[in-house]
C-alpha cells in the first residue's frame, strides 16, 4: 500500500481564500483523523470519523473550519475564508480496526501558510 | 483534564551516548501508550504501543517502559540517524473518545557524530 496520500503538499494563499485539503487513506482503514501542527501548540486532532461519520469534531476551532468523508477513500479539510493564523501543518492520519490496539499511520502532510 | 508532557524539549547526545526520553500522563483512564518518531518535513512513524504499567517493547536501540504515570524511551548508543523528534500519545477510555490521541509537545532528540 501506498500509505496514507494528502494533497497538495504546500499550499499559499491569501486571507480570505477558500482551502481545500486532500487525504486518502490506507485501503481497509475505518478510521480517519485530521491533524494541526504547530511550533506552539504542537499536534492538535481536529476531527476523526469511524466508517465515514463524524465521532469527535470537538478540536474543530471554528465554523471557518469543515471536513467532510463521502466514502472510504477520501476525505477534505476545508477552511473558509483562510487567515494568517491558520497557517500551520496539516496531517491525515487512518488506522484499522483491530481489538485492543489502534495504531494510527500519518501521511506527509500539508504545508499551509495563508498571507 | 488529560495531559500528556514530554521532557526535556530537547536533547544533544554524542555518538554512543546513550540516554532516556520521558512522557508523563495524568489520565482518567489509560488505553494505551503509542511513541511516534518524526523526521523534518515529514509524518509522524510509528514505533511502539504499551498497553500495562511493566510493559516494555523494543526495537534495534529504542526501548519503551511504562509505569502508572509515565513512560520512558531508552536510547542505547544513538546513531546520528536517531536524530528526529520523538512523539507521545496516549489513547484514553469511554465514549467517543476509542479513537482519540493525545499528543505531547515532542523531545527534539540530536545524536552528533
Known amino acids: 500500500d501506498a500509505g496514507v496520500i494528502q494533497s497538495p503538499r504546500h499550499e499559499v494563499t491569501e486571507m480570505g481564500q477558500e482551502v481545500t485539503l486532500r487525504c486518502k487513506p490506507i485501503s481497509g482503514h475505518d478510521y480517519l483523523f485530521w491533524y494541526r501542527q504547530t511550533m506552539m501548540r504542537g499536534l492538535e486532532l481536529l476531527i476523526y470519523f469511524n466508517n465515514n461519520v463524524p465521532i469527535d469534531d470537538s478540536g474543530m476551532p471554528e465554523d471557518r473550519f469543515s471536513a467532510k468523508m463521502p466514502n472510504a477513500s477520501f476525505s477534505t479539510l476545508k477552511i473558509q475564508p483562510s487567515e494568517p493564523r491558520d497557517s500551520a501543518v496539516y496531517f491525515c492520519a487512518s488506522s484499522p480496526t483491530i481489538e485492543g490496539e489502534n495504531i494510527q499511520y500519518f501521511g506527509a502532510g500539508t504545508r499551509l501558510s495563508v498571507l | 483534564e488529560d495531559q500528556v508532557t514530554q521532557s526535556p524539549e530537547a536533547l544533544r547526545l554524542q555518538e554512543g551516548e546513550s540516554s532516556s526520553l520521558n512522557c508523563s500522563y495524568t489520565?482518567?483512564?489509560?488505553?494505551?501508550l503509542f511513541w511516534y518518531r518524526q523526521d523534518p518535513g515529514k509524518g509522524p512513524e510509528f514505533l511502539f504501543t504499551l498497553y500495562s504499567a511493566g510493559e516494555e517493547k523494543e526495537k534495534e536501540r529504542l526501548k519503551a517502559t511504562l509505569t502508572k504515570k509515565e513512560s520512558f524511551l531508552h536510547i542505547t548508543a544513538p546513531k546520528p540517524e536517531d536524530s528526529a523528534t520523538y512523539l507521545c500519545?496516549?489513547?484514553?477510555?469511554?465514549?467517543?473518545?476509542?479513537?482519540?490521541?493525545?499528543f505531547g509537545q515532542g523531545t527534539i532528540l540530536t545524536v552528533h557524530p
Open positions: 489520565v482518567s483512564g489509560l488505553r494505551g
Open positions: 500519545a496516549v489513547r484514553f477510555a469511554g465514549g467517543t473518545s476509542y479513537g482519540k490521541l493525545t
